[in-house]
């Protein structure tokens, strides 16, 4: 069965300060997904991670895949109130249908 | 260039009746796939369809759920007899091929009273 965790669930952040969210997966993976949501509102996509060492950056987020670790991280530079939201990763496989299967979300909350 | 659309945002109903959920893909694609996000939770998958044909529904309650992706019209989620465990925000997303990255609809918000 394909798991995913993350870690942490809940991440206070002070402005300008620099944090990492990891994502775990239990097995091999083809595309691994971080999204944001704001309260109410659906799914922003953020990044889709294909192969081993693939990193991708956007503004201040940026995400890395290490697939013999079954590891992601999505790193936040110089956090800003902006980056306030709910940010999943997912992983999803043929051999599962290509559903996606999602990690309980990190609430990010930065502090003024 | 519409997206998933679904419709309605906001569902009401009390405990015994039924919800119909209703998504309308990306155009062209014709994968549709069923999540639900109770509060506080991730999303969790439910059901996955390709035209007039259910492919996995490992992730849907046996009972009092149905769902649908005809021929012509949207996908729909149909949940007889509600209760309350099953408020929630429903999404509802599409891909063009099963190896695609999915597209995800704005979600329907059902309460149960």
């Known amino acids: 069965e394909l798991k995913v965790e993350q870690n942490p669930l809940f991440l206070s952040m002070q402005e300008e300060k620099n944090y990492t969210i990891y994502c775990n997966y239990s097995t091999t993976s083809d595309r691994l997904y971080w999204y944001r949501q704001d309260p109410g509102k659906s799914l922003e996509s953020l990044f889709v991670?294909?192969?081993?060492?693939a990193v991708k950056q956007e503004g201040r987020l940026m995400a890395s895949l290490d697939t013999k670790a079954r590891l992601s991280t999505l790193h936040i530079t110089a956090a800003v109130h902006d980056l306030s939201a709910t940010y999943f990763c997912?992983?999803?496989?043929?051999?599962?249908?290509?559903?996606?299967?999602f990690g309980a979300g990190t609430i990010l909350r930065v502090k003024s | 260039n519409a997206g998933v659309m679904q419709n309605p945002r906001h569902l009401v109903r009390r405990r015994g009746q039924e919800a119909r959920l209703r998504c309308s893909p990306v155009?062209?694609?014709?994968?549709v796939y069923w999540y639900r996000q109770l509060p506080e939770e991730g999303l969790k998958f439910m059901v996955y369809?390709?035209?007039?044909?259910?492919?996995?529904e490992s992730g849907m309650p046996k009972e009092r759920f149905s769902a649908e992706f005809p021929k012509e019209g949207p996908s729909i989620l149909r949940i007889q007899q509600v209760v309350r465990g099953d408020s929630a925000a429903y999404f509802c997303a599409s891909s063009l091929n099963p190896g695609q990255p999915q597209h995800f609809g704005d979600g329907t918000r059902l309460s149960i009273l």
């Open positions: 997912a992983v999803d496989h043929m051999e599962y249908g290509n559903k996606l299967v």
């Open positions: 155009k062209g694609h014709s994968h």
């Open positions: 991670l294909l192969s081993n060492g």
């Open positions: 369809l390709q035209k007039e044909n259910i492919i996995d």
